[in-house]
């Protein structure tokens, strides 16, 4: 499965910014799909993952302000990041995992998008 991620770029802190990660030409309707991020000099980290079936799992800095969704007759899953903070600054990156929810882990990804870069300002 190939995973385009798109939709990063500069924003103010307290704007906001929609990332999608598509899959052309393949379907991913039974993966779980999850956005890590990694910021300069740190580790990857998780954020959001959804299931196939559109439960979802956040990790506690982004809960109420960004928002996983897919839509699977597009191949397409979305980000939503409100409210956005300087430290929401990092490169986010798209997988789809075939493993049990909950998909949280890197392990448990098998496909990786390349990356968009998201910049916060201050």
């Known amino acids: 499965v190939q995973l385009q991620a798109s939709g990063g770029g500069l924003v103010q802190a307290g704007g906001s910014l929609r990332l999608s990660c598509a899959a052309p030409g393949r379907t991913f309707s039974n993966y779980a799909m999850g956005w890590f991020r990694q910021a300069p000099g740190k580790e990857e980290e998780f954020v959001v993952s959804i299931s196939s079936g559109g439960s979802t799992y956040y990790t506690d800095s982004v809960k109420g302000r960004f928002t996983i969704s897919r839509d699977n007759a597009k191949n397409t899953v979305y980000l939503q990041m409100n409210s956005l903070k300087p430290e929401d600054t990092a490169v986010y990156f798209c997988?789809?995992?075939?493993?049990?929810?909950?998909?949280?882990?890197?392990?448990?990804?098998?496909?990786w998008g390349q990356g968009t870069q998201v910049t916060v300002s201050s």
């Open positions: 997988a789809a995992a075939s493993s049990s929810w909950p998909t949280i882990t890197l392990a448990s990804y098998d496909y």
